[in-house]
Structures are given as structure tokens and as C-alpha cells.
């Protein structure tokens, strides 16, 4: 049986898509994005699973930046959670006793509105994660009247819901991954995602622009794209992109090759099924049997036949 | 005088930023960016101080997404900060004694060499600033043991430093900027950037590569590209860019038009001397004089005239 | 009264394009190309009259290279002349006395099909227009027994029309443009076409990528490109574009501009109307409605005012 | 021993072209371009040597279209030959008995300045070539009393060379080319060209700023591109192109490959050593080796290793 590493604790929304991507998974909650991650680097488990990027947020940079670095990883599936919060708190709390409220930045700034609306005065504190707010809020004596944080937080700690969706926008998604060690890729179904991670060979200017031609060319769609520091300095970036399609497919990796022929470095993270199952169509001279057509008519022309 | 919000508590990095670009200024701290930049929106402030970017941890998001939403407001000056970390505790307290430690997620990422050395047993928990964080464990009663800051939050709170410079990189750099409502640009000085936010008219693959385009062509280099989500769920992102030159620039100016006519909507972020004082030559036939001599040309060919 | 020299003698099918061009104007036939531009640049005649391209033998070379050498001219208007080529004899001369037959080159490669099957023991010679050749034929003791060109050189000349229609296709279609020195430019009708040279800085790679990129950002359409020979080397080129729109459009205008600043000369030939009366749909975000805008966007944005 | 077909008569610059490329050779002179590539095509000659570009008057469009269209031919060598044009003239004839001179079109062009200062009221009548001119001349009651040409034509037609170098410009340079069926291409030698023709899939704009970057996202550098008319009206293209490499470069295979899936047809033409043996540096990420790293690197990341 498989065993999933997870930002924890129990109740983080990270877990309700574990239970989405392997429901009878045996579950093993991390503190942090990190140490799931090194969990299955290590081999404590068998992968795990982690989130990837907000609707509202924006990407998970320590996601990000944990599988640029380090011992390589692959995304093998992805899900799409609606992120729905509720207000947690002791039984007995109401809303007149709530003076400090303790919940992931996330959630503070999803839940602006509510918080400006029904708790003017509360003293809002960051904490690690939604899950890890609901349960120091669950311990007696905690300085924290209130959590904010997915229902299921709620009734795993014991805590009571005071008030349900409470976010801004009802249709936040986070997207999480599941990430294992290196070993075959998942089949193509047709609605694949590809992603990667290059490094500039040097930072020119139109370096993008040159990077972002390579997926063009080859009518290979990119439907994600993040600068990040490379750490040595201000003004000095990798990229994170996500592309449609399989690596198996002709276009994306001969798109793949121009750009590890052009960068410094290419890492790539992984050809999955997407959760939306989109599989648009190619452009036209970039499908499979396009390439093997062209392929085959080159090798023609090289042995001088006409 | 004028009076300057900034990300607060006393003894931020925000806080000797700002001592950097106006030493006389009163200061105004506020409890998070959003506040800073609504005291400069309201006019309780002239202008606010706040982190947008950092060479390890990435863009600030919440600063990155306050300047693209709301009341437009226009940054005026920058300043890059070298990022230094000290330990702070209260006076008696010794390394075995620090059970729980109490900072900002950022240091937490920026410190790790050093924690995972030094205290792989103490509970980390994130706070608001390292500066909150530095507050609070100056509290009588405080649950947490240590902070860890800029040495110059332990100076306000009267904390001692335990150890200093204890990032794992010793070259890490914030990037602080200085934000103000509308109103006349600074000078050109011939070493400026100029910052803006671009929203696509239809998020049709490709769209980031037409709007890269519109730069190149004019010969105006890109320093900082971020994409940011817009809300409307995954895969739909907006675009914050750095680039060089000027808005009275001819090369910057007609760029920022053509992307204007392009995309559904840009906002301005404002011109402003670069930090780092350098000034790219422009690339052939992009200069001002370049630019002037070819509206010349053109006024000439349309009156008939060869 | 204007006075048109054109590419003679009478009864070429430049003759018929400028009886369309100026059905009232005075005719002034020149031995050549070169020779009727300078009557237009001499003074000698108020226009020129002369082919540009042809739909099957491409373009005019020396009507391209006078225009792009020595005094400017512009092109003030342009005709689509249907192509079609009759036999002409003089009076007597039947099918089997044909034994040597004189026309220009282009008529001998569009009249192939019919030369192989009907005379296919013919020597055929190369004369410097058809309305030469159809002059020379008409002439006692010619050396040669027939001609091919227009019907109207027939009459011309009074030659009997032997076979009419032989050309290969019967879609052939000629371009005239009538040009004229320095002046006033027509005005634009929503349907037009300019007309221009450009010489490289220096022929580097990538160059024309360049060149053509100036025109696709500012949705500038191309409706002809052609290379030509700048005498100094193999492998030394300029070249001569055709773009949809006129140089008082604000796309044309500001590609122009981006041309010139980018090469080492751009020669501007004329904005006139389209004989085929084509009127595209300016591309999203480049009309002139939408350059204006941007325009004063712009001017906002660089007061300070947003 | 092979047997060339070439543009006769004897005496043409393209004899001299011949005589450089196969010393040895049996010579086939033909009437014009199209009967000498027949030759090579119906087998009654081993290959043809045509013209194809001239560094003054461009490109030798009957060549281009013969390559372009019917029976497909192989390009396997070039030749430079720098053009000096003589008077020729019958013994006994002087400058002032020069009343009708024939010569080709493009001796004309090139000779204007000394046919305006040495024989300003001189009729110069177009010859189907310059060879063809001095045999026309040499011939007793021939009613041309001179002939421009190579001085190779007055040995051959045993006519008195008047003058000699009489062209405006004294590097002009003809290139001309070997054809032959299809067989086994010539070997790379790190200096080659690939010459192609590629049919437009349908004609909209910016369709050549695609072609153009499947060369250039592939590094492959272009010497000579040329539009063509289809033959389908006015405004309607196919392109010819000569690139740097040999079509066995891993660049160069996948720039035509590319070009093929994007096109309605690409027709190859062949890979030969350049004349003028320059072999540039391929652009980094570009070369054969770093093709097949990037091909290896694809296998692994497929099977899963990384």
C-alpha cells in the first residue's frame, strides 16, 4: 500500500486532496512542504503530496522552490480543490469573545472581507498553516480564540463552526501535486500537463522572449509561467513553466530539447493527466503523426531520394 | 516634513530601508503592507516604504498584488537592503534554553542551515515580521524564546543578540520601494526603470509572448517579469513588469503604448531612479535622439516631401 | 493636361494600363523603363506610367531598382491589368510560315505551352517589349515573321491577329503603378497600400526577422516582399515591401518610423489606393482610434496623472 | 566521363562556370536554362550548370522557377564567377560603325555607363544571351555590328575584342550551380549550403515571419531568400531559400522538418559545399553535438531517469 507524505497536520486542506488523488492511502501528515518532500526523497514514503499554486494566492514558492533545488522529483498527478473556509472555535467561543484570531496568511488575506465586516477589532495572527491554527486554537489555555480553516480542521480538533465560507470569492481552487522519486512517467492520455524548471545560460536581455520561442515553434501552449530568484541577487531569475501536452509527445519534446540545448540547466518535474481532463486540439503541424511524417520525409532527403 | 508609513513594527528592515531613502522623514509604522499603503492611499501618510522584492524568497505578493488592485498609487524611489539576521533573545536567555522561536516565514527559509545546526530541536513559528516577532518575545510572558531579526529590532525592544549574521547567504537584498499617490514623476536621470502591470485582453496562449514582443521591438529590456493570478482560477494570470528606462523615454513610452493598445488593461507603476545607478546603453536606434530624428523623417514622407 | 511617359512604344500593355490610369492624358512612349522615369523625374512628363510585377514572371527588376536608386519618386496609383497575348502577322503571313518569331522573354515563357504544340519548329527571338517586337514584324523586310503582345499592338501596327488568348493561363495579371516626383500624397480611403525600400544597418542574421517584426507588432500586414541585389556581393540584399494601409495611418506610421530607425536607409515609395479595393479589418488594438487613445494615455501617464 | 549540360551557346559566362566545376567534362551547350535542366532530367546529360544569382541584376528567375516546379533536381556545387563584359565586334569594325549593338538584358543594365559615354547613339537590342549575341554578330550580314560579352565568346565567333571591362562595376559576380537528379548527396564539409523552396500552407500575414523562425529558433542563418509568384494572381508567394549548413546537421534536419509541418509543400534543392568556403560558428546550443546530448537527455527523461 502506498504511503503519502502531506503538509499537515490532519485536517489541512493539503489533506482533503491527498484523499481526492489516493483515497485508501495510508496518510503520513508533515510539518511542512519540506519535510514531505524529503520524506519522499528519503523513501519514508512512497510519495507525497503538496500544493502547487493558488487561484488567488498565486504559486506555493516553497513548493516551487523545493523541486527546482535538491534531489530530483517528478509530478505524477495533480487536483483541484475549492478552497472553502470556515471559522473555528472552542465550544462556547462566540463571536463577541473572539479578540485574537490565529490562521495561514492565506487565509487572512482570502478572507479579508469577512474579517473587515464581522471582526473589525480582532488582532489577526499568521500561523503556519490553516490546520496547524486550528489546533493550537483546540488547546486549552492557547492565546487564540479563533482558527480559520478548512471544516474538516473543524472536526478533527473539535472545534465548532461558527460561520462557513467564509472567503471573499467563492471559487478559489488551490492546485496540489502528488511527487514522487524518479521512476516511469504516467501514460499519455491525451489531456496531459508538462512541467519544468530552466535556468538562463546568461541573463540577456530577450533571454525569455527566446525561451518562451522555443514552446511556440513547436505549437506547444504554456499555461503557467513563474520567475523565481536564483538567490544571487536581485534581477537574476529561473523559470517555472507548465505546458500542455506529454513528454512523449513530439512538439513538447522537441521543445523540451531546444530548451535544454539553449539553458544552463533544465529540470524537468514530470508529464501527468491534467485534472481539468482539457486536451486541446494541436496546431495544425504539430501533432504526433505530423512530426513522424516529417520525420520520416527528412530522413528521405538525407539519402538523396526526392 | 513629510511622513512615511511603512511596514511596521519599529526595528523592521522596512524600517532602515526607509532611513535609507528619507532620514529625516517622521515615521509612520503600520501593522502590515496593506495598511502602509493605505495611509499613503488616504493621505495619513505622504508616502509609504514597503518590501517588494527579495533576491531569495521572491516578490513580496501582497505588495505585488496591493499596487495592481485599488486606488493607483505610484512608486517614487527604491532601495536595495542587504539582508541580515541576527538572534535575538531576552537578556539571560542561552541557547539551550530556546524551546520555541518565534520569526518570519522568510527568515525561517534563510536561516535554515543555521537553525537545522544550531537548534534542531526548537519549534518554529512563523510570525507576521520579524520585527512582530521580535516585539513579542520582548513581552514579559512571552511563549516564545527567541526571535530572530535585523539587529537593529533587538536595539528598539532591548533584546540581546545571541549570534548574528546568521543567514545561510550572506548577499541576500530586499528591494524596497517607495510609494506615493499620483503626481509629477521623478526627473529622468538616465538610469531609471519603470514598473507597470499588464492584464490580458483574452487569455489566448502566446498572449505573454506578444506582450514580451512589444518590448523588444523598441529595444527595452526587461529586468523583473512575475506572474500573479488574477482570481478567476487557475491558469488566468496577470503580469507585473520592471523595465529599463523611463517613461519619458521615446523607446519606453511608445512600448507602454503598444502594450496598452494590446492588452485589456495596464496600470503604470511609475519611473524612478534605479538603485544600482546603472545605465544601459540603448541599443541601436532606440535612443531619444533616434526616436525624434524618425518622427522627423515621418512628418517629412506624410507632407510628401523626400 | 498631365502628360504620362510610359514603357513604349504605342501598343504595350502599359499603353492599356495608362489608358485606365488617365483615360484624357497626353501619352508620351519611352524606349524603356528607366527612360520613362526620367522623363517623370526630368520634368519632361508630369507622371511615369511602368510595370512593377507580374502574376506569373514576378516582379519588374528594373522598375525596382530605378525606384530604389537615384531621385525619388512616389507612387500615386496603381492598375491590375489582365494579361493577354495574341499572334501577330503581317497580312499573308499563315501558320507555316512562321519561322522566326520575335516577343519579349516573358511572353516567350508564358506562351510555352502554345509555342511547343503549334510551332514547335520556331526559332523564337527575344525582344525588349512585345510592342517592339509587334514594330519590328510590322516593318518590310523584317527578319522576323511574327510577334506576340496585345491585341492592341495589332492594331497599332496593322498586324492580323493570327491566334488570340495563347498565353498558358488565362489569369495573368500585370501591376502598373504610376509614379510622380515629390508631392502631395493621395489621400487615404481606408483601401491603400505603401510602398518602400529598406537597406540593412548590416546584413547580420536575423536581420530581416527584424525588419518583418517592426511591421507585425504594429499589425502592419505584407502584401509583397521582395529581395534584391545591392551590387556590392553575393549574399548583400535589400529590400522592397508592400504593406496594407497608408503611411498617414498610425500603425503604417509608426513601423515606418520603427523601420528606419532599425536600418541604415528606408526609402519611402507612396501611399495610394488599392486597384482590388481590399479594405482589411485593422488588427485588435491597432487602429488609428486606438493609437490616439494610447496617445493620450501616454501623455496622462507621463504628467503623473492616473 | 560525365557530360553538362549548360546555358550555350559556347562562348557564355556559363561555359567558363562549367570549365571551373569539371575541367574535364563533355559539353552540352543549350538554348536556354530550361532545355539544359531538361537534359539533366531526361538523362542525355549527366547534370546541367546554370545560373542562378548575379550579385547586380539578383536573382536568374527562370532557374528559380525551373528548380521550383516540374521533374525535382538536386543542387550538389557552386561557383563565383566575377563578370567582365567586352566589346566585340567583326574585324574591321571601329567605334564610330557601332550603330546597333545586341547583347542580354543584364549586360545592358550592367554596362550603362559606358554605353551613355562611348556610345550615347548606339540602338542596343536584347539578345537572348551575350554568347548568343556574338554568334549573332559574328554571322556575315548580321544586322548587329557589336556585341557585349565574355571575351571568351569573341575567341570562340572569332571577333576582335574593342574594349574590355567595360561593366559599371568590376566585382560583379555571377553564381552559378550544378544540378543533378536525385542521388546521394555530397558529404558535409563544415562550410555547405541548403537550398530550398517552401509553398505556403495558406497565405496569411506573417506567414514568412514563421517560416523565418523555424530557422532561427534552430540557429540555422539564411544567405538568400526570394519571393516568387505562385502563378495564382498578384500577391500570392512561394520562397526560396538558401541556408547556411549541410540538411545532415542536426540544426539544419529540423529546421526543414519544422518548415515541412508548417508548409503546404517544402521542396529540398540540396546540400553543397559554399564557393566561398565559409564555415561560421553555429550558434551556441546548436551544433551537432549538443543536438545529440539534448536527444539523449530527452530519452532519459522519458524513460524516467533523471
Keep these: 500500500m502506498q504511503k503519502l507524505a502531506y503538509l499537515g497536520p490532519e485536517g489541512t486542506f493539503c489533506e482533503a486532496a491527498l484523499r481526492i488523488l489516493a483515497p485508501d492511502a495510508e496518510r503520513m501528515p508533515c510539518a511542512n512542504v519540506t519535510a514531505a518532500l524529503e520524506a519522499a526523497r528519503g523513501g519514508e514514503a512512497t510519495a507525497a503530496v503538496v500544493p ?169 501552449n504554456l499555461t503557467r509561467i513563474e520567475s523565481r530568484p536564483t538567490g544571487d541577487g536581485i534581477g537574476r531569475y529561473f523559470f517555472h513553466f507548465d505546458a500542455e501536452g506529454h513528454v512523449a509527445d513530439a512538439r513538447v519534446g522537441e521543445a523540451l530539447s531546444g530548451l535544454h540545448r539553449l539553458s544552463a540547466d533544465v529540470r524537468f518535474l514530470g508529464s501527468y493527466p491534467r485534472a481539468d481532463h482539457l486536451a486541446p486540439e494541436p496546431k495544425k503541424g504539430t501533432a504526433n503523426a505530423e512530426f513522424a511524417e516529417a520525420a520520416e520525409w527528412l530522413t528521405w532527403l538525407r539519402s538523396g531520394r526526392l
Design 52 to 220: 502547487l499554486e493558488n487561484s488567488v494566492e498565486g504559486a506555493i514558492t516553497v513548493t516551487l522552490d523545493e523541486l527546482a533545488w535538491g534531489q530530483p522529483l517528478l509530478i505524477t498527478a495533480e487536483v483541484l480543490l475549492p478552497v472553502e473556509f470556515s471559522l473555528l472555535v472552542r465550544p462556547g467561543t462566540g463571536m463577541p469573545h473572539i479578540k485574537r484570531l490565529f490562521t495561514h496568511p492565506a487565509a487572512i488575506t482570502q478572507c479579508r472581507g469577512f474579517l473587515a465586516r464581522e471582526l473589525p477589532d480582532t488582532v489577526v495572527i499568521a500561523a503556519p498553516s490553516t490546520a496547524a491554527a486550528a489546533l493550537e486554537v483546540s488547546m486549552p489555555g492557547s492565546p487564540y480564540d479563533a482558527a480559520i480553516g478548512p471544516a474538516i480542521a473543524g472536526e478533527h480538533y473539535g472545534l465548532v463552526e461558527l460561520a462557513s465560507r467564509i472567503g471573499d470569492r467563492d471559487d478559489t481552487v488551490t492546485r496540489f501535486v502528488k511527487v514522487a522519486p524518479p521512476g516511469a512517467l504516467p501514460e499519455p492520455t491525451g489531456a496531459d500537463r508538462t512541467s519544468l524548471v530552466a535556468f538562463l545560460e546568461d541573463d540577456h536581455p530577450g533571454a525569455l522572449l527566446e525561451m518562451l520561442s522555443e514552446f511556440a515553434v513547436r505549437g506547444v
